[in-house]
């Protein structure tokens, strides 16, 4: 059986604590938004008012989280690195 000589497992665990990881920032592609469904007036009157209040202010937050997410992914690829 052949020893490592302590020198080299002194320099091999020298050399292991040196190293850097390197992260590089990729553009990322903006999806097409969706095409929606609209929806008239007349169809939302048999709605209670706590009902009609709920969708509205739940599609408020999927246009605000949607835009958010764009700007996160502009904010990418304006640091990105061709």
Known sequence: MTLIPRSSVLALVVLAGCTTTVYRTVPLPIPARPVLTPVTASALQCLAPETYATIVNRERGYKT???????????NNAKAKP
Do not use: Q
């Open 65 to 75: 989280w949607g835009l958010e997410l764009e700007a996160v992914i502009k904010a």
